[in-house]
T-cell receptor, first 111, second 111 residues
């Protein structure tokens, strides 16, 4: 079963704008990760944030985590056409390593 | 270094048949996990193997089985295929408790 929901399900923005995606989950977690998937192929790991962290940056990516609300957000700044993809959050619980994915956000960057 | 490889890339089977999917992890990675991704949804965890031992199993029927070989490659077997087994099957490898590196997937169509 899916861990939670991602919002929005789909997002279209102009190139250069910022894109924000949200993820909610249901149980206590060890860490939360974000992945990108192009055209239904393999997933690419973007960033990992641990349960004791609140914010993390990697290049144009900024991830926040609010464990009290069981939610996370992914911000992509200065979007590019190559950012067009589906983005998934995935949680890892304490005591195991399995990834529990959300439903994904389909991001389209309009040139 | 080569990434995670999976074979075959595409497969068409008929209901009731059996299928074997193969995965070669990144060199040095001893953990292999399998995920099923139905169109429009996030991946769902099927199995994890570490050092040839099953470490975790998702909510899938006994028709699904897997194994890991001494060279850490892995096979996923699905018996008595159903139409609902049509999906992208993803393999991921990792170092112990590291982030997952996904292969390109095997797209299975059951007719």
């Amino acid at each position: 079963s899916q861990q939670g929901e991602e919002d929005p399900q789909a997002l279209s923005i102009q190139e250069g704008e910022n894109a924000t995606m949200n993820c909610s989950y249901k149980t206590s977690i060890n860490n939360l990760q974000w992945y990108r998937q192009n055209s239904g192929r393999g997933l690419v790991h973007l960033i990992l944030i641990r349960s004791n962290e609140r914010e993390k940056h990697s290049g144009r990516l900024r991830v926040t985590l609010d464990t009290s609300k069981k939610s996370s957000s992914l911000l992509i700044t200065a979007s590019r056409a190559a950012d067009t993809a589906s983005y998934f959050c995935a949680t890892v619980n304490f005591g195991n390593e399995k990834l529990t994915f959300g439903t994904g956000t389909r991001l389209t960057i309009i040139p | 270094d080569a990434g995670v490889t999976q074979s075959p890339t595409h497969l068409i089977k008929t209901r009731g048949q059996q299928v074997t999917l193969r995965c070669s992890p990144i060199s040095g990675h001893k953990s292999v996990s399998w995920y099923q991704q139905v169109l429009g949804q996030g991946p769902q965890f099927i199995f994890q193997y570490y050092e040839k031992e099953e470490r975790g199993r998702g909510n899938f029927p006994d028709r699904f089985s897997a194994r890991q070989f001494p060279n850490y490659s892995s096979e996923l077997n699905v018996n008595a295929l159903l139409l609902g087994d049509s999906a992208l099957y993803l393999c991921a490898s990792s170092l112990a408790s590291g982030t997952a590196n996904f292969g390109p997937g095997t797209r299975l169509l059951v007719l």
